[in-house]
């Protein structure tokens, strides 16, 4: 499995001492975050994608350029790229480059966004929201796999003998993750393609996670890319931890409370108990998250934590990843318990260069 940290970049105030970073801040800060998280160990780094006040990732290559030339290691990510509103020649470009960079350490998760506002600035209709997803991620992966596009379709000017550039590292896209929460159109995109599924399930019982991901996991069987517990699956869980359960509370409690993704709606402990927020010990950490993979996702490949926004200050950010450092090397050894060996790690660019042509899919995606 894959462990990393991931963010959306929200500039908010701390309620404990009043202070609002700056954006200028707020930048520095995730960079930081990074770093640190590949000297602690972790594997993955991802940043969202914002267009509007009061978040900051508008350019995420242009981050993630900066922060693979910071470090050596860690796999860097998105979360999510705005599949609707850019435009997917500009995608495939930016992405290949991003690629070459970092030598080989990128993914992306595609997502639609939720943020209405967004499409109209890029010309877009949120009516529009699922086709534009299913026609630009198509042309996408054209634009990656074929050295020149001929292409028409509803939502862009046409394409006569195109060739996007750079072309990908050592041929090899970069692996995409479809990041949903709530639209199985997305779930069936995602297996149709055989890529990764990705659940951002902070605001949601378990129930429904585990609906989501058992529809994309049989919908990945059908179109003939392994079996329905060899799909890839990855995870989302906002962290807050501290020695013991009872300081973590309360010293979170403040920030929840405020929220505007949290605050004033369920107690913090109606949604600890429904949710994947996960506020406590290390150990009660670890316990919570163990049991994903029994009540959600079965066996997955990738679990990012957020541990940073909501006005949480940068300091205590800092503590968030070392603590994490310390949390990390359990979940490996617990979840490799009882693994079973034809279940695939997470895709690396080493793992898909080695891999087989993939096959072409049996069906016709649901529309």
Do not use: C
Request: cysteine-free; glycine content about 8%; charged content about 20%.
């Amino acid at each position: 499995m894959h462990f990393g940290i991931f963010g959306v970049g929200d500039v908010a105030r701390d309620p404990a001492t009043g202070r609002t970073p700056s954006e200028h801040d707020r930048i520095r800060a995730v960079v930081e975050y990074a770093k640190l998280a590949e000297d602690v160990g972790l594997d993955v780094f991802a940043i969202g994608e914002h267009h509007n006040p009061p978040f900051i990732p508008s350019s995420p290559t242009t981050l993630l350029g900066y922060v693979a030339a910071k470090t050596d290691r860690i796999l860097l990510s998105t979360s999510t790229t705005l599949i609707t509103t850019n435009d997917p020649v500009k995608i495939a470009e930016d992405y290949a480059m991003l690629q070459h960079l970092a030598g080989g350490r990128i993914d992306l998760m595609m997502g639609r966004g939720n943020t209405g506002p967004v499409y109209p600035w890029f010309g877009q209709d949120i009516r529009n929201g699922i086709p534009l997803a299913v026609e630009n991620y198509a042309l996408l992966r054209r634009l990656w796999r074929e050295d020149v596009v001929d292409w028409e379709g509803r939502f862009r000017t046409p394409l006569q003998s195109f060739t996007a550039t750079p072309r990908p590292l050592d041929g090899v896209p970069p692996f995409v993750w479809h990041a949903s929460i709530r639209s199985p159109e997305i779930a069936e995109q995602a297996a149709y393609y055989g890529d990764g599924f990705f659940h951002n399930n902070l605001f949601w019982p378990k129930e429904h996670v585990r609906r989501l991901v058992g529809l994309y996991r049989r919908r990945f069987e059908y179109y003939g890319h392994g079996t329905a517990d060899q799909a890839i699956v990855g995870l989302a869980a906002h962290l807050f931890t501290r020695k013991n359960s009872q300081d973590a509370i309360r010293e979170f409690q403040p920030y929840f409370d405020v929220s505007p993704a949290y605050g004033h709606g369920p107690s913090l402990e109606d949604t600890m108990a429904q949710t994947a927020v996960l506020v406590g010990s290390p150990q009660q950490v670890i316990d919570r998250v163990l049991t994903y993979r029994e009540h959600a996702a079965g066996d997955y490949q990738r679990q990012l934590f957020n541990v940073d926004g909501i006005g949480v200050p940068h300091r205590t950010v800092l503590q968030q990843i070392e603590m994490l450092g310390e949390i990390v090397p359990v979940l490996r050894k617990e979840f490799a318990i009882g693994r079973p060996a034809h279940v695939p790690d997470a895709p690396s660019h080493a793992t898909l260069k080695a891999a087989v042509a993939g096959r072409t899919p049996s069906a016709e995606p649901a529309q």
